[in-house]
């Protein structure tokens, strides 16, 4: 199994829907979640980051972290044609001494 | 602040060259990372340091070497280059607490 494993894509969503990116964990005591987004040909960029169980919201985005079921979740509301990327989902555990684990990733296309 | 900075952005090898990607980040971070990514795949790490003087392997590091003389630098060293080393390759770095990683733009290598 996987350490991180994210919904296969690519998502397409037409602009101004809610794009929602799905991730699961293998390790329970992982400790710290992340979204990165990618855009092609780039380097990955921090978008959010997750600590506790429920919600954050950040601008357009809110991840959701439930450690009991080791899903996070990344939605992306009223989505931009700017949102097309591929987005990362990356976990921490402290067995891991710090080190990220990252998922293959999900590419999504906003329509215009 | 510059944040992680990579030299160069692009390279082209023959089989059995060596080179050093360089790495320099300007904002006191104590953690560093190398990783490369491959198409469609995620990140796999292949070394990392917790501060000047440690280093550490990851996921995948046959084939390179790294050093930690200062905070600010590390570099990656490629030995005799094969084909399986083309890829993408990415420095980051982050806090120890918090462990948020900040990327560089990265490093294109092609080896033929």
């Known amino acids: 199994q996987k350490e991180v494993e994210q919904n296969s894509g690519p998502l397409s969503v037409p602009e101004g829907a809610i794009a929602s990116l799905n991730c699961t964990y293998s390790?329970?005591?992982?400790?710290?979640f992340f979204w990165y987004r990618q855009y092609s040909g780039k380097s990955p960029e921090l978008i959010m980051s997750i600590y506790s169980n429920g919600d954050k919201e950040d601008g357009r985005f809110t991840a959701q972290l439930n450690k009991a079921s080791q899903y996070v979740s990344l939605l992306i509301r009223d989505s931009q044609p700017s949102d097309s990327a591929t987005y990362l989902c990356?976990?921490?555990?402290?067995?891991?001494?710090?080190?990220?684990?990252f998922g293959a990733g999900t590419t999504v296309t906003v329509r215009a | 602040n510059a944040g992680v900075t990579q030299t160069p952005k692009f390279r082209i090898l023959k089989i059995g060259q060596s080179m050093t990607l360089q790495c320099t980040q300007d904002m006191n971070h104590n953690y560093m990372y190398w990783y490369r990514q491959d198409p469609g795949m995620g990140l796999k790490l292949i070394y990392y340091?917790?501060?000047?003087?440690?280093?550490d392997k990851g996921e995948v590091p046959n084939g390179y070497n790294v050093s930690r003389s200062t905070t600010e630098d590390f570099p990656l060293r490629l030995e005799l280059a094969a084909p399986s080393q083309t890829s993408v390759y990415f420095c980051?770095?982050?806090?120890?607490?918090?462990?948020?990683?900040?990327f560089g733009p990265g490093t294109r290598l092609t080896v033929t």
């Open positions: 390790d329970r005591v992982s400790q710290s």
């Open positions: 990356a976990v921490s555990t402290s067995s891991n001494d710090y080190k990220l684990s």
């Open positions: 340091s917790v501060g000047a003087g440690i280093t």
């Open positions: 980051a770095s982050s806090y120890r607490e918090r462990n948020e990683q900040y």
